[in-house]
């Protein structure tokens, strides 16, 4: 082993060592780690620019600009503060019935958005809903947060993770929804009655604070109803094309990036309201990340991992199926998916460049170990983090333990259902 | 002109004062902002009164301000007893708010030190570097204006002295 290889293989672990913890930024590591991959020689600036395999992946970058501009726009219509509110006044205050439908329209919501900006928009609502009916509202962010883990990892679109995953597989919009929209659905159901074990002694309802739900007036959340039906239209286009991007020949990125540009141009919105969702710090920690990873590459570090994986793993594809999707799960729960997935896709890659048709389903189960694993924590997934931050703000605190408590069951009965699923549908 | 000049003194509340403590000092004095000390006595910041807004309304309409329309005058009045009473401490830490910390300029400094200073932190107060404790004096955006009307005043016209009388009172609000 090179001095070289070492370097940079002590960049790589100091790197994911200060993003687990988070004594720093992690754009911030993420650029350091870049910056002290090309000092080293690791990598070189055609390789950080233009080279597909060890570069940075302009796919997932621009995917993500593309969307984050259409949902930024979007959002400012009051769809989601409408769709809620509608949904409480429908269950008329019942709150399990309540939670059911924002658990529902959470999941749904990620299919298309990514978790972090659902959760901020769904949280809110659900504590104006709850401060009406007098019901705790712990239950109800919990419950919403991790149906926004579950939703987002039935789409491409709808996890970070999976945007990844897409670009280093080459697989469409609609090998996701064809191989992990059913499995979703399933675990939707079940995490419904897990809802219902976990959190009904904390939902009573309460018959005279019903009229304060019923007083509430969700049309009046619709603050541009000229912006809301631009802003579906746009997304229904774009969404029409991730499904038909095979027969368009269009990619996902260049998708959403015409989708964002229409939207601006037919809302002449000004530039600070465009961008104001847009989290640069998140797409350079994407580019750093990448860089990072892509040095292992060029080193050829992950190609040695991969041989290695190749001979232990030999035909029995199943058994690596099962090891990934569980070893995703728990290492998600723990550190950052971006990064954990980012590291693992061209491994994943190689793996199914040696194993064909038979290895394909790695990248199922490296999906959804590492989606539904950001569950098993409090610091599991971004999302869980925000949500944490919104209820300490509005005072209701969830402790770490608190939500793991949950994390843990919801974890470990979605990944355990996933297993059966990979098995019946890919290995039988 | 100094700073010295047009420094006052100011009412300034400890970090332990609630929000509501301070709600009724900016509602009844009419300012615009009001001064934090710390432990010491120091000032360490100065706190709007729109920060001190955020901690009476609920954090889920800041959050998301279209969902304040979709009470009807009922409810909307109902929603203010339920916000959690928060401290100007908590509201200083509080990463959300805009709190920001004192300006301080030297007692010598000219009127267009403060003033270009004051721009370039968007300050509504500074304090005049010196005095700790209840003597420390405070230069006010108010007081910082009326100045600059007065002083260009009397370079646009030089042999009109007194026409500025006007401007001279100034505003010890901050």
Known sequence: ?428 | MRVSEIAISLPVVDRGMSALAAAQIIARDSRASIVVADARGKPEAVISAVDVLRALVPSYLLDDVSLAAVFDEKGADEVWAGVPPQTIGELIDDEESRVLGILEVESTATLLDVAAQMCQERALVAVVKGVVNEKSKFVTLPAVLDAVLHTRHRASAPNDAGDGDDTKQQDART
């Open chain 1, 1 to 428: 082993m090179s001095v070289q290889i070492i370097l940079a293989l002590i960049v790589f672990a100091g790197a994911y060592v200060l993003i687990a913890t988070e004594w720093v930024p992690r754009m911030t590591v993420a650029l350091v780690g870049a910056g002290l991959m090309i000092v080293i020689g690791a990598t070189d600036d055609h390789g950080v620019f233009f080279s597909e395999k060890t570069g940075v992946d302009w796919n997932v970058i621009f995917l993500l600009l593309g969307m984050m501009i259409i949902v930024g726009i979007l959002q400012q219509s009051g769809v989601f503060e409408f769709l809620a509110i509608w949904a409480a006044k429908l269950a008329k205050g019942r709150p399990f019935v309540i939670m059911v439908m924002l658990v529902v329209i959470t999941a749904l919501l990620s299919a298309f958005l990514d978790n972090v900006t659902t959760v901020l928009l769904i949280a809110p609502v659900t504590l104006l809903i709850c401060e009406r009916l007098a019901v705790p509202v712990v239950p109800f962010l919990i419950a919403e947060v991790m149906a926004s883990n579950i939703g987002g990892t039935s789409t491409l679109i709808g996890d970070p993770p999976n945007i990844i995953i897409a670009s280093r597989g080459g697989l469409s919009f609609n090998d996701f929804l064809i191989n992990l929209a059913p499995i979703v659905l399933i675990l939707l159901v079940v995490y419904i009655g897990l809802c219902w074990l976990m959190f009904r002694t904390q939902l009573r309802f309460n018959p005279e604070r019903v009229e304060r739900v019923m007083a509430l007036n969700p049309r009046e959340a619709i603050r541009d109803v000229s912006l809301l039906i631009k802003s579906l239209v746009v997304i229904g286009l774009v969404l029409s094309g991730f499904i038909l991007h095979s027969v368009l020949g269009v990619g996902p990125a260049i998708i959403a990036l015409l989708g964002a540009g229409v939207l601006v141009l037919i809302t002449r919105l000004e530039p600070r309201k465009i961008f104001a969702d847009v989290e640069w710090e998140t797409l350079l920690f994407f580019v750093g990340l990448f860089i990072m990873v892509g040095s292992l590459v060029n080193l050829g570090v992950i190609e040695y991992v991969g041989k290695v994986a190749i001979e232990a793993i030999g035909d029995n594809y199943f058994g690596a199926a099962t090891g990934l999707l569980f070893g995703s799960a728990v290492v998600s729960g723990i550190v950052d998916n971006i990064p954990y997935v980012a590291t693992l896709a061209p491994l994943t890659s190689d793996l199914v460049q040696a194993g064909g048709a038979a290895a394909h389903p790695l990248w199922w189960s490296l999906a959804l170990g590492a989606d539904l694993g950001g569950n098993l924590t409090a610091i599991g997934a971004s999302a869980n983090v925000v949500v944490l931050g919104i209820a300490k703000r509005a005072g209701h605190p969830i402790s770490f333990w608190t939500f793991t408590k949950y994390g843990l069951i919801v974890t470990a009965i979605t990944i355990s259902l996933c297993l059966p699923y990979i098995w019946l549908r890919y290995f039988m």
